[in-house]
């Protein structure tokens, strides 16, 4: 990818961005404590290398099995934060739990190096906090910069000091509601998230894809969908659906695919128009209410 390639932007300076989520489900094994699945991540690495075609990208991922236990035992729970009322966290069970979440980190983003992507780490403690686990602070500067001259940010689940609970986790999902909102003053502004897990998309309460979900389907699709059945503290594809939602009335478009079929992330990146609903979930609001955005 040359330099002229990267980080292009609208006439106006304006940078259009996607986001990627690589769940901790398909990149590790959530049944064995801090286990890679490596294979899966090689591969998405390199389709990402194949598929990105210099525009303005940031890559999230899960924690899977390295975090998880640990922010459990720390008394931290569920998608937006912690459940602990006050001041009193269990300060070494927030570092083990950072700690672990950070050794997959840093194997993701070896992973996308090695396959020819300048990926760049951008931890969410380091550009945001929380007030009663909903993510708060300034636009994220250096994160818009390193946007700006081609970097890949990557991010993750991560703990963040909560100035109502001490510390609370922000999920990924968190963390990009987050971006899509903070990035806006900074001439930024997010236009698709694509979510890879492993399922074949969003499924309905029997075990079939949803290709579609609008405002027509939203409430049935969302009750059949479920959390984890491994330890997480995150919330699942429930968490993962109520974000993408939240962003489809933001007018970003969610795309929910299988990562585990090889090809499908590369043809995505490369083709935004080329695979849709055949591809997964695809989740927008409807034509009417597309018009009243």
Known sequence: MSAAAAGRRAPDGRLDVTLVKLGGSLITDKTKPRTVAKEHL????????????????VVGHGSGSFGHPEARAAGLAGGGGGDRPDLD?????????????????????????EAGVPAYSQLPSGFLTACDGEPD??????????????????????????RTRGASIASTETVFDFLARALVPLGIEVRRAVWLGATAGVLDGAGRLVPRIDAANIGAVSEAAGGSP?????????????????????????????????GLLE????????EAESAGTLVRPSEVEDARQ
Do not use: F, K
Not at 42 to 57: K, M, P, Q, T
Not at 143 to 159: E, F, H, I, N, S
Not at 252 to 257: A, G, N, P
Not at 267 to 274: E, F, I, Y
């Open 42 to 57: 090689r591969r998405l690495a390199a389709e990402i290398a194949a598929g990105w075609s210099g525009d303005g990208l």
């Open 89 to 113: 966290v269990d300060r070494m069970g927030v570092a083990r739990t950072q700690s672990a979440a950070i050794e997959l980190h840093r194997q993701v983003v070896g992973s996308l190096v």
């Open 137 to 162: 602070g300034p636009p994220p500067a250096p994160l818009a910069a390193a946007l700006r001259q081609g970097l890949v940010p990557v991010t993750m689940g991560d703990v963040v000091v909560d």
């Open 230 to 262: 491994a330890v997480d503290v995150t919330g699942g594809m429930e968490h993962r659906l109520a974000t993408a939602w939240a962003l489809a009335r933001r007018g970003v478009e969610s795309l929910i695919i299988d990562g585990r079929r090889p």
């Open 267 to 274: 043809s995505v990146l490369r083709q935004p128009d080329g």
